[in-house]
């Protein structure tokens, strides 16, 4: 097939360019240049100063280059580590536990048996809408050790008080539980929309076959959504990697630097410390980082056709 | 890799330098070196903003009427910016360049420096204005902190000296005289008798340092002894003997359980000091006030005096920190803003008055000629609460030297501090520890 296919791909466009080439219209361009430009000012210009910095240091008021001076830096900087570190965790407990959560909502929100699907789905999708600053804050208002509801509620059925933001542990915690709250229903719909393109005659057939709920679950369901969840592991891991808002709000990356992200790292680096050029180098082992772990993902996960 | 495989690999790369894009925010600012885009501009007709926060932004406005008695072409609009948003706010202003910046911007002795050293002309140099005439209207100390190396980068607002308000009626039930308490050790021995009788702390700290400014008290013992994070060589001091025995002070309070936990920032303090939950609160000058506003119906239970000392016959007096007003160095106008500065900071009458609104305490010497910081407070038990700080800036107090790496001393400091009171680990280690990160991220000397 990929023969055929390639081989008519490349016979058209090249009929096509022969006769279009000479004339040159500029419309096509004229009507990218607000995109490009735009991009070019708010993107490519940032990224590309951005690495400039990374390999400067601020010495009274003054850049100077410094190679890869701060790159180094970062490599032997504990609470650079601490920050990839409390990152990784994060990736590795809060990510999964979310997908699946969010696997289970979307085969709920799917199902026939549900009434007032509308309703559910609306009310998962809500948190996604509100804003990560204001939720921030009203999750630390919940879980405020002495006043906040969460542990009123717990006294009330005779529960212990839960130092929630004030104790490393739990303030991690805390966290995963904020992120929870905010992302599942996002990525439960990424994965309903895809499942509603699962043919219910899959279903039937398994169901001829004899296979039970499980084994349609595991058999017909997952496989079905696998390019979904490639999509929506891809973007938690990218969102997960930058997460600034919710430790920020929550618990400033503390206690002890328990919540301290690499966003969290960076913010303090750029805008407690001035130290832009650091930051930078920081923002760019961010985005391979990034990179890396997405390519992994699409390689292990992917397609492999 | 057929088509498909490249396509999506493109679309990773998109992804991935989005994510970089976001982040290089931070970076599209340069250093905003030497971008002195300001001038004086008419000295009597302008149109100038002020940035500040809180109490002293309600004082600023209450100011203007007067001030436009005598310079009435400048209109001068005050903001509350809020605490701490407003340091955020004057460092994105000063990285681009000064733009979006107002003229005049309160700034606390925690970030001056800083902001000196990383913006040079972010803020504009005072002498040319005239401020070298005031070199010694202020406290002692004062003018090296705002013109440490003759450029006059703010003048003096606020000078704060260490205090001990306490809660008089809680002491005498436990049988302690307050006022006789000589050391921090007899300190933690009353702490202890004051628990025992009423179950009250002896003070609280923020343990898990929610907020930046969780090492006060510990900054204050520091202070108390004459020493700090920096010398004024700007080397790392951080693990210093005078430290240690301050980590040391504050361990052997929180494991005897005399300490409560502030954390949750100005809301928790305030609904502690509502509740009653501590007997002491080592806050400096300033927050006398606070408490009055707080809990007004307490009137008489409670008294100030000066912090006891660190060591046997050691100082009592340290001053804690200062704010000042700065003119923006991309300000057009700064004659105008000067007049401002210098109307609100120079004039006794500006000073007494924001001192009988908000009880901020002067660093203006010539202010405290005003019968307010000489009459008997109703609140404070009938004492001069006045003359007690005033006592304490005449004392000679030395010149700290917050360097312009102040905000990552902080940082490292909360976190040994947290570590000492969540995990009970050792003060030497901890503050080694803190001294060494620091050393690697300033690029600064550790002397030991």
Redesign the interface.
């Given at each position: 097939v990929?023969v055929s296919d390639?081989a008519v791909a490349s016979r058209v466009p090249a009929a096509k360019a022969a006769r279009t080439a000479p004339r040159r219209r500029p419309a096509p361009y004229l009507f990218v240049l607000p995109a490009v430009l735009l991009f070019t000012a708010?993107?490519l210009?940032?990224?590309g100063?951005?690495f400039v910095?990374?390999l400067h240091r601020?010495v009274?008021?003054?850049?100077v280059f410094a190679g890869a001076a701060n790159y180094r830096?970062l490599l032997?900087?504990?609470?650079f580590w601490t920050a990839l570190g409390n990152s990784a965790t994060i990736l590795a407990v809060q990510v999964p536990l979310m997908l699946a959560l969010a696997t289970g909502l979307a085969v709920a929100l799917n199902s026939r048996l549900l009434r007032g699907r509308g309703l559910f789905r609306l009310g998962f999708f809500l948190p996604m809408v509100t804003g990560l600053v204001a939720y921030g804050i009203v999750f630390s208002v919940l879980l405020?050790?002495r006043?906040g509801l969460v542990n009123w509620l717990l006294e009330s059925i005779g529960g212990p008080e839960i130092p929630w933001?004030?104790?490393?542990l739990w303030?991690r915690v805390s966290l995963g539980l904020a992120l929870t709250w905010h992302y599942t229903g996002y990525n439960a719909m990424i994965l309903l929309a895809r499942l509603q393109t699962v043919p219910a005659e899959l279903y039937d057939a398994a169901a001829v076959d004899g296979a039970g709920a499980w084994r349609r679950f595991r058999h017909v369901t997952l496989p079905g959504l696998r390019p979904a969840l490639l999509l929506t592991l891809?973007l938690s891991t990218?969102g997960t990697?930058?997460i600034f808002d919710e430790p920020y709000v929550l618990?400033?990356g503390?206690?002890?630097?328990a919540t301290l992200t690499i966003?969290m790292y960076?913010?303090?680096n750029?805008?407690?410390?001035?130290d832009?050029g650091y930051?930078?180098a920081?923002?760019?082992v961010?985005?391979?980082l990034?990179?890396l772990l997405?390519?992994l993902q699409?390689r292990v996960l992917?397609?492999s056709? | 890799m057929d088509a498909i495989t490249r396509r999506r690999l493109l679309q990773l790369g998109g992804a991935a330098l989005g994510g970089a894009g976001a982040l290089a925010l931070t970076g599209c600012s340069g250093s905003g070196a030497g971008t002195s885009t300001g001038g004086a501009g008419d000295p009597a007709k302008a149109s100038i903003t002020v940035w500040s926060w809180q109490g002293p932004a309600a004082q600023l406005k209450a100011l203007i009427p007067e001030f436009n008695k005598a310079y009435p072409g400048i209109q001068v609009t005050v903001q509350d910016i809020g605490n701490p948003a407003i340091w955020d706010k004057i460092t994105t202003g000063l990285a681009a360049g000064g733009s979006g910046l107002a003229d005049v911007l309160h700034i606390g002795v925690d970030y001056l420096p800083g902001y000196v050293e990383k913006f040079p002309n972010g803020l504009a140099d005072l002498r040319p204005l005239g401020a070298e005439k005031y070199r010694d209207a202020f406290a002692q100390g004062m003018w090296q902190t705002v013109a440490p190396k003759g450029r006059v980068n703010a003048l003096p607002w606020e000078a704060n000296s260490a205090g001990f308000y306490y809660r008089a009626d809680l002491f005498e039930q436990a049988g302690v005289d307050a006022e006789g308490l000589q050391t921090w050790d007899e300190t933690i021995e009353a702490g202890r008798k004051v628990k025992e009788k009423t179950g009250k702390y002896l003070l609280g700290i923020d343990k898990p340092a929610s907020q930046p400014d969780a090492a006060n008290f510990f900054q204050m013992l520091l202070q108390l002894q004459g020493a700090f994070y920096f010398n004024h060589e700007g080397e790392i001091t951080l693990d210093s003997p005078e430290a240690l025995t301050a980590m040391t002070l504050i361990k052997r309070m929180n494991d005897a359980g005399l300490v409560s936990d502030l954390s949750g920032g100005w809301s928790a303090l305030e609904s502690s000091i509502k509740s009653g939950t501590a007997a002491v609160l080592p806050w400096p000058t300033w927050f006398g006030g606070i408490i009055e506003g707080l809990v007004p119906e307490e009137a008489g239970k409670w008294k100030v005096r000066l912090p006891p000392a660190v060591r046997r016959g050691g100082a009592t007096t340290a001053t804690v920190n200062s704010t000042h007003l700065a003119v923006a160095g991309s300000s057009k106008h700064q004659a105008a803003a000067w007049s401002f500065v210098e109307f609100a900071l120079t004039r006794p009458a500006s000073q007494v008055a924001i001192y009988r609104g908000k009880g901020i305490a002067p660093a203006l010497i010539a202010a405290y000629d005003d019968p307010v910081f000489h009459e008997p407070s109703a609140f404070f038990g009938g004492q001069k609460k006045g003359e007690i700080f005033l006592q304490a800036l005449k004392t000679p107090s030395p010149a700290f030297n917050y360097s312009a790496d102040y905000a990552r001393a902080l940082k490292a400091v909360t976190d040994a501090q947290t570590k000492v009171l969540l995990k009970g680990a050792d003060p030497a280690a901890v503050l080694r520890e803190a001294a060494d990160l620091l050393g690697s991220q300033t690029g600064r000397k550790v002397v030991r």
């Amino acid at each position: 097939v990929s023969v055929s296919d390639s081989a008519v791909a490349s016979r058209v466009p090249a009929a096509k360019a022969a006769r279009t080439a000479p004339r040159r219209r500029p419309a096509p361009y004229l009507f990218v240049l607000p995109a490009v430009l735009l991009f070019t000012a708010f993107k490519l210009y940032p990224i590309g100063r951005s690495f400039v910095l990374s390999l400067h240091r601020t010495v009274d008021g003054a850049e100077v280059f410094a190679g890869a001076a701060n790159y180094r830096r970062l490599l032997g900087d504990p609470l650079f580590w601490t920050a990839l570190g409390n990152s990784a965790t994060i990736l590795a407990v809060q990510v999964p536990l979310m997908l699946a959560l969010a696997t289970g909502l979307a085969v709920a929100l799917n199902s026939r048996l549900l009434r007032g699907r509308g309703l559910f789905r609306l009310g998962f999708f809500l948190p996604m809408v509100t804003g990560l600053v204001a939720y921030g804050i009203v999750f630390s208002v919940l879980l405020n050790q002495r006043y906040g509801l969460v542990n009123w509620l717990l006294e009330s059925i005779g529960g212990p008080e839960i130092p929630w933001l004030t104790d490393p542990l739990w303030a991690r915690v805390s966290l995963g539980l904020a992120l929870t709250w905010h992302y599942t229903g996002y990525n439960a719909m990424i994965l309903l929309a895809r499942l509603q393109t699962v043919p219910a005659e899959l279903y039937d057939a398994a169901a001829v076959d004899g296979a039970g709920a499980w084994r349609r679950f595991r058999h017909v369901t997952l496989p079905g959504l696998r390019p979904a969840l490639l999509l929506t592991l891809v973007l938690s891991t990218i969102g997960t990697l930058q997460i600034f808002d919710e430790p920020y709000v929550l618990t400033g990356g503390g206690p002890d630097n328990a919540t301290l992200t690499i966003g969290m790292y960076l913010y303090q680096n750029a805008f407690k410390y001035f130290d832009f050029g650091y930051a930078s180098a920081i923002a760019y082992v961010l985005a391979v980082l990034i990179a890396l772990l997405g390519l992994l993902q699409f390689r292990v996960l992917g397609d492999s056709s | 890799m057929d088509a498909i495989t490249r396509r999506r690999l493109l679309q990773l790369g998109g992804a991935a330098l989005g994510g970089a894009g976001a982040l290089a925010l931070t970076g599209c600012s340069g250093s905003g070196a030497g971008t002195s885009t300001g001038g004086a501009g008419d000295p009597a007709k302008a149109s100038i903003t002020v940035w500040s926060w809180q109490g002293p932004a309600a004082q600023l406005k209450a100011l203007i009427p007067e001030f436009n008695k005598a310079y009435p072409g400048i209109q001068v609009t005050v903001q509350d910016i809020g605490n701490p948003a407003i340091w955020d706010k004057i460092t994105t202003g000063l990285a681009a360049g000064g733009s979006g910046l107002a003229d005049v911007l309160h700034i606390g002795v925690d970030y001056l420096p800083g902001y000196v050293e990383k913006f040079p002309n972010g803020l504009a140099d005072l002498r040319p204005l005239g401020a070298e005439k005031y070199r010694d209207a202020f406290a002692q100390g004062m003018w090296q902190t705002v013109a440490p190396k003759g450029r006059v980068n703010a003048l003096p607002w606020e000078a704060n000296s260490a205090g001990f308000y306490y809660r008089a009626d809680l002491f005498e039930q436990a049988g302690v005289d307050a006022e006789g308490l000589q050391t921090w050790d007899e300190t933690i021995e009353a702490g202890r008798k004051v628990k025992e009788k009423t179950g009250k702390y002896l003070l609280g700290i923020d343990k898990p340092a929610s907020q930046p400014d969780a090492a006060n008290f510990f900054q204050m013992l520091l202070q108390l002894q004459g020493a700090f994070y920096f010398n004024h060589e700007g080397e790392i001091t951080l693990d210093s003997p005078e430290a240690l025995t301050a980590m040391t002070l504050i361990k052997r309070m929180n494991d005897a359980g005399l300490v409560s936990d502030l954390s949750g920032g100005w809301s928790a303090l305030e609904s502690s000091i509502k509740s009653g939950t501590a007997a002491v609160l080592p806050w400096p000058t300033w927050f006398g006030g606070i408490i009055e506003g707080l809990v007004p119906e307490e009137a008489g239970k409670w008294k100030v005096r000066l912090p006891p000392a660190v060591r046997r016959g050691g100082a009592t007096t340290a001053t804690v920190n200062s704010t000042h007003l700065a003119v923006a160095g991309s300000s057009k106008h700064q004659a105008a803003a000067w007049s401002f500065v210098e109307f609100a900071l120079t004039r006794p009458a500006s000073q007494v008055a924001i001192y009988r609104g908000k009880g901020i305490a002067p660093a203006l010497i010539a202010a405290y000629d005003d019968p307010v910081f000489h009459e008997p407070s109703a609140f404070f038990g009938g004492q001069k609460k006045g003359e007690i700080f005033l006592q304490a800036l005449k004392t000679p107090s030395p010149a700290f030297n917050y360097s312009a790496d102040y905000a990552r001393a902080l940082k490292a400091v909360t976190d040994a501090q947290t570590k000492v009171l969540l995990k009970g680990a050792d003060p030497a280690a901890v503050l080694r520890e803190a001294a060494d990160l620091l050393g690697s991220q300033t690029g600064r000397k550790v002397v030991r």
